[in-house]
């Protein structure tokens, strides 16, 4: 609450500095995202992070000490940091290095026939040697998706295919924006499914999860849509703690707004 109250004057970067920290508790749930609305960030303010960060041991890099120590420099008030011999490199484990990092959440967003899906299939192709991958579709065909994976050298049995079925279509793309699958009441169940499946691969356990498009596998709650910043980080902080909770990789696939360039979910 404290951390929240002092970033409430940041705005967006704040929500997005409070939130990343908080995913850090494992007493977090997805649903906390909501509590920013409630700060006011009366009497405080980021600064107060700061000097807390700092009684820690943290020591800011544009501080005269972080100079002093040998710390980055600051260069027109940006801080640059290369890499150097001997530096210590974050250790992560890959279903297909560098392209899937496993037990995370991976974004790919693009306009329409811009290659996401071709792209995600070849991926999960080449991963197939080690684990396989649920597709979860609102748009193409189970046929299509099914033969890609053969054609791009995945093999065989390593891919099931959950088609959603259109509840609501887009008039203008005549896509479906709306689906009998919903990630917050059927992602945990459909993992859980398919890993008890005897017609899957025991010797290729579910590695990949695809949802795409990730809009129309989403329903959002009142006022909430796939442009809004506080609600599609919840989604995400959602198949982050399925991912964790089963060790699987979710690859979500969204379309950029038409004539606006912006990103959305949907």
Same mark, same amino acid.
């Given at each position: 609450?404290?951390?929240?109250?002092?970033?409430?004057?940041?705005?967006e970067?704040?929500?997005?500095?409070?939130?990343?920290?908080?995913?850090t508790?494992?007493?977090?749930?997805?649903?906390?995202?909501?509590?920013?609305?409630?700060?006011?960030?009366?009497r405080?303010?980021?600064?107060?992070?700061?000097?807390?960060?700092?009684?820690?041991?943290?020591?800011?890099p544009?501080?005269?000490?972080?100079?002093?120590?040998?710390?980055a420099?600051?260069?027109?008030?940006?801080?640059?940091?290369?890499?150097?011999?001997?530096?210590?490199v974050?250790?992560?484990?890959?279903?297909?290095?560098?392209?899937?990092?496993?037990?995370?959440?991976?974004?790919?967003?693009?306009?329409?026939?811009a290659?996401?899906?071709?792209?995600?299939?070849?991926?999960?192709?080449?991963?197939?040697?080690?684990?396989?991958?649920?597709?979860?579709?609102?748009?193409?065909?189970?046929d299509?998706?099914?033969?890609?994976?053969?054609?791009c050298?995945?093999?065989?049995?390593?891919?099931?295919?959950?088609?959603?079925?259109?509840?609501?279509?887009d008039? &203008?793309? *005549? $896509?479906?924006? @709306?689906?009998? %699958?919903n990630?917050? !009441?059927?992602?945990?169940?459909?993992? +859980?499914?398919?890993?008890?499946?005897?017609?899957s691969?025991?010797?290729?356990?579910?590695?990949?999860?695809?949802?795409?498009a990730?809009?129309?596998?989403?329903?959002?709650?009142?006022?909430?849509?796939?442009?809004?910043?506080? &609600?599609? *980080? $919840?989604?995400? @902080?959602?198949? %982050?703690?399925?991912? !964790?909770?089963?060790?699987?990789?979710? +690859?979500?696939?969204?379309?950029?707004?038409?004539g606006?360039?912006h990103?959305?979910?949907?």
């Open positions: 609450m404290a951390v929240g109250q002092a970033l409430k004057e940041l705005g970067t704040g929500r997005g500095l409070w939130w990343n920290w908080s995913q508790s494992d007493k977090c749930k997805p649903e906390d995202a909501r509590k920013w609305d409630s700060f006011d960030g009366d405080t303010g980021y600064r107060a992070v700061f000097a807390k960060a700092q009684a820690a041991g943290w020591l800011n544009a501080s005269n000490a972080a100079q002093i120590n040998g710390a420099p600051v260069r027109d008030g940006f801080v640059f940091k290369f890499t150097r011999p001997g530096d210590t974050l250790n992560i484990e890959y279903l297909l290095d560098p392209w899937l990092p496993r037990a995370t959440v991976i974004g790919c967003y693009g306009r329409g026939e290659g996401k899906s071709s792209w995600t299939a070849q991926v999960c192709a080449a991963a197939s040697g080690q684990v396989s991958t649920l597709w979860i579709s609102s748009e193409e065909r189970q299509h998706i099914l033969q890609r994976h053969l054609s050298g995945g093999e065989i049995g390593t891919l099931a295919v959950l088609q959603a079925l259109p509840t609501k279509i008039p &203008a793309t *005549k $896509k479906a924006v @709306a689906t009998s %699958f990630v917050y !009441e059927h992602m945990e169940g459909a993992v +859980v499914a398919f890993q008890k499946d005897n017609s691969r025991k010797d290729r356990p579910l590695g990949v999860v695809v949802l795409d990730i809009g129309a596998l989403v329903t959002w709650g009142k006022g909430e849509n796939g442009n809004d910043d506080g &609600a599609v *980080k $919840k989604m995400i @902080a959602h198949l %982050f703690t399925l991912s !964790e909770r089963y060790g699987v990789t979710f +690859v979500i696939l969204g379309h950029l707004n038409k606006t360039g990103g959305t979910c949907g």
